[in-house]
């Protein structure tokens, strides 16, 4: 059974920095699609940045483009989501994703199967 669990979630003021964490268990294949998504209060679901677990570059929305960076450490089965130039948009639950055995075309058409529970941030002005 696949597991994710997201750490690094806090309070910055805005033009801040956050790293998130999230660290898999369970993934039984070596191609995997892992994702960041966040929902703001009040608001639907967003995607945020994916990543497959077989390299390339990952991708990123247009919404924190230049300012957010999703990588993965494969020896440590986590992936991360640094997050600079905070804005009080930014602000709400962030949650780790998991495709297992996606392609990678995959990774940002298909829908995600494995949730973490949500680490949440906030970033006041």
């Known amino acids: 059974q696949v597991k994710l669990v997201e750490s690094g979630g806090g309070s910055v003021q805005t033009g801040g920095s956050l790293s998130l964490s999230c660290s898999a268990s369970?993934?039984?294949?070596?191609?995997?699609?892992l994702a960041w998504y966040r929902r703001a209060p009040g608001k639907e679901r967003e995607w945020v940045g994916s990543?497959?677990?077989?390299?390339?570059?990952?991708w990123h929305a247009d919404s924190v483009k230049g300012r957010f960076t999703v990588s993965l450490d494969n020896a440590k089965n986590t992936v991360y989501l640094r997050m600079n130039n905070l804005k009080p948009e930014d602000t709400g639950m962030y949650y780790c994703?998991?495709?297992?055995?996606?392609?990678?075309?995959?990774?940002?058409?298909?829908?995600?199967?494995?949730w973490g529970q949500g680490t949440q941030v906030t970033v006041s002005s």
């Open positions: 369970g993934l039984t294949d070596i191609n995997n699609c």
């Open positions: 990543i497959y677990t077989l390299g390339g570059e990952p």
């Open positions: 994703a998991a495709r297992p055995g996606g392609i990678n075309w995959t990774c940002t058409t298909q829908p995600y199967s494995v």
